[in-house]
C-alpha cells in the first residue's frame, strides 16, 4: 500500500462511471480451450498476445515475469505488460473498458471493482471463483468489495493492512515492557503513557479525528458495519446498536488518548508518521508501509527500537482491518478472456503468492492460508507480524458502484463529528445513514 495507491483510488467522479454504462459484458474471448463449465481449461494461445496494466509500486517486475514465464509454458501465448501511472487512473480505466480493444487484464484498486463493475466494464466470473480459489480461503478486505449482488467480477492480487506502531523506548520508559494483547491491557498501558507524558502536545495513542479507515475498526468490532444488503437494496447501519456502541467506545478512546487537536484532523496534515518520528506519539494505527515513512522522518526510529501488534478489540478479539490492495479484473470487452483466466489463475495461485508476492515483493498474500504461513514461516521480522496477522481478520466498504462518492469528505466529516462532540454518536448516525441509504441505492 503506497500513499499514491491511496491518493488514486480515493474517489471515482460520477461522470467517469457513467461513460461505462454502454458497455457490454457478453465477451467470450476467442481461442480454444478445454474443461467443464466452471473450470479453467487449457487454452490454446499460440500467436495470441495478452494485455495486462499493471500499476506502478504493486507487483515487481521479477513477480510478473514470474507470472508471465508460467503463462507462455501453459498457453504459448504471449504477454504485453503496460505500467500505468496513479495519476488520473480511474478515469483511463473507465475510458479504456468501455473501448472496443481494451486491456485484458487489469490491476485495480479493491475498493473501486464495484465502481467499474457496476458500470458494466468487468466480466462476471462468477462461474470461475472455485477454480480462481484454488482451495485457498481469499482475505476478506479483497474479497468482498470484488463481490458485487453475490456475483464475482475480480480476483485478490494481495494486500497491505494496518497496525499499531509503537515506539519501544517511550514505551519502557513508562514501565511497559511487552505489547498489549488486549483492549483492558492497552488502554492500562497507554494510561502509564499520560501519566508519564504530561505535555499537551504529546498523544498516548495518536488517532486523528477524521482517521475513519481506524475508525471503523471499533465498529466492525461491536459487529456493526457500514451498510447491509437485502434484496437489492442497501440499509446503512451506524445507527444500530453495535455500531452506536463501537462508536461510543471509539470516542472515550479517541478523547482520552489523543491529543485534544486531533480531533479534527485526518492523517495527513500534519502527516501522522511525522507526529509519530518527533516523539509527539507513543502509538498510531499505520499502515505496513508507513514504517518507511516514519523512519526516513527520523532515522534512530530502527526496527529494534519500533514494535508494532494487531489492535485488539473490545471483542476480545482482534479489530477487524479494512485492507488496501489490489484485484486483478477481466475486461467485459476483452477478445482473450479464455486466455485472461489462465493469466489471472496463476497470479492468483499459492506459488506466485507465497514465492513472489510475499516473498519477493513483501506484500500480505491474497488469502488466509498465504499469510498464516508468512507469519509461521520464520521469514517475518517481529516488527512485520502484526500486520500480517491483522490482514487476517478484515472487512470491506460496501461493494457499491456508488461508494466512492461517500469515502471523501463524508465519512472524515461524520468521524470528526463524533470525536469533537458537534454531534453525539446517535445524531451523527441518524443524518449520515441517510445520506448513506439515499447514495447507494442511487
Known amino acids: 500500500m503506497?500513499?499514491?495507491?491511496?491518493?488514486?483510488?480515493g474517489a471515482v467522479g460520477i461522470a467517469a462511471a457513467l461513460a461505462l454504462s454502454a458497455c457490454s459484458s457478453?465477451?467470450?474471448?476467442?481461442?480454444?480451450?478445454s474443461g467443464a463449465p466452471g473450470t479453467i481449461g487449457k487454452v490454446d494461445g499460440k500467436g495470441?498476445?495478452?494485455?495486462?496494466?499493471?500499476m506502478t509500486g504493486d507487483l515487481s517486475d521479477g513477480t510478473l515475469k514470474a507470472i508471465n514465464d508460467e503463462f507462455k509454458k501453459q498457453t504459448g501465448a504471449e504477454v504485453k505488460v503496460q505500467t500505468q501511472q496513479w495519476t488520473d487512473i480511474a478515469t483511463k480505466i473507465t475510458t479504456a473498458l468501455a473501448t472496443s480493444t481494451p486491456p485484458d487484464v487489469l490491476d485495480i484498486g479493491n475498493t473501486q471493482v464495484a465502481t467499474f463493475a457496476s458500470s458494466g466494464g468487468l466480466a462476471d466470473l462468477t462461474a470461475y471463483k472455485d477454480a480462481f480459489a484454488q482451495g485457498q480461503t481469499w482475505l476478506g478486505g479483497l474479497a468482498d468489495p470484488a463481490t458485487i449482488d453475490n456475483k464475482l467480477y475480480a480476483v485478490p492480487s494481495f494486500a497491505g493492512a494496518r497496525a499499531v506502531v509503537y515506539n519501544k523506548q517511550v514505551w519502557a520508559a513508562a514501565g511497559i515492557?511487552?505489547?498489549?494483547?488486549?483492549?483492558?491491557e492497552l488502554k492500562a498501558d497507554l494510561d502509564k503513557l499520560k501519566a508519564k507524558n504530561s505535555s499537551a502536545d504529546f498523544s498516548a495513542f495518536y488517532l486523528p479525528g477524521q482517521y475513519w479507515y481506524a475508525g471503523m475498526q471499533w465498529i466492525w468490532d461491536a459487529g456493526g458495519d457500514i451498510a447491509t444488503q437485502d434484496g437489492g437494496k442497501w440499509k446503512a447501519g451506524f445507527s444500530s446498536d453495535a455500531a452506536q456502541q463501537g462508536l461510543t467506545?471509539?470516542?472515550?478512546?479517541?478523547?482520552?488518548?489523543?491529543?485534544k487537536a486531533s480531533q479534527t484532523l485526518n492523517t495527513d496534515k500534519p502527516d501522522q508518521d511525522q507526529v509519530f518520528a518527533d516523539g509527539k506519539a507513543g502509538a498510531?494505527?499505520?499502515n505496513g508501509w508507513e514504517i518507511g515513512s516514519i523512519q526516513k522522518a527520523n532515522p534512530k526510529l530502527t526496527n529494534d527500537v519500533l514494535g508494532s501488534f494487531?489492535?485488539?478489540?473490545?471483542?476480545?478479539?482482534?479489530?477487524p482491518v479494512n485492507l488496501g490492495g489490489s484485484d486483478w479484473g477481466i475486461a467485459a470487452k476483452s477478445k482473450n478472456q479464455d486466455l485472461a483466466r489462465v493469466w489471472v489463475k496463476i497470479a492468483a495461485s499459492p506459488d506466485i503468492q507465497n514465492t513472489y508476492v510475499f516473498g519477493k515483493d513483501g506484500w500480505i498474500p491474497n488469502s488466509v492460508e498465504g499469510s498464516k504461513s508468512?507469519?509461521?514461516?520464520?521469514t517475518l521480522s517481529d516488527l512485520q507480524k502484526a500486520f500480517f496477522t491483522s490482514a487476517q481478520n478484515s472487512k470491506a466498504t460496501p461493494a457499491s458502484g456508488n461508494w466512492a462518492s461517500l469515502e471523501d469528505p463524508g465519512m472524515k466529516q461524520f468521524f470528526q463529528s463524533i470525536a469533537s462532540g458537534s454531534k453525539s454518536p446517535a445524531d451523527a448516525a441518524k443524518a449520515w445513514d441517510s445520506t448513506v441509504d439515499s447514495t447507494l441505492n442511487q
Request: aromatic content about 8%; proline content about 5%; charged content about 10%.
Open 2 to 9: 503506497r500513499t499514491s495507491r491511496m491518493v488514486a483510488v
Open 284 to 286: 498510531i494505527i499505520a
Open 26 to 33: 457478453s465477451g467470450t474471448g476467442g481461442g480454444s480451450s
Open 249 to 259: 467506545e471509539w470516542k472515550a478512546f479517541q478523547n482520552a488518548y489523543s491529543s
Open 374 to 378: 508468512a507469519v509461521d514461516g520464520g
Open 310 to 319: 494487531p489492535m485488539p478489540g473490545v471483542s476480545g478479539k482482534n479489530q
Open 48 to 54: 495470441r498476445t495478452l494485455t495486462v496494466w499493471a
Open 177 to 184: 515492557t511487552a505489547a498489549p494483547t488486549t483492549y483492558n
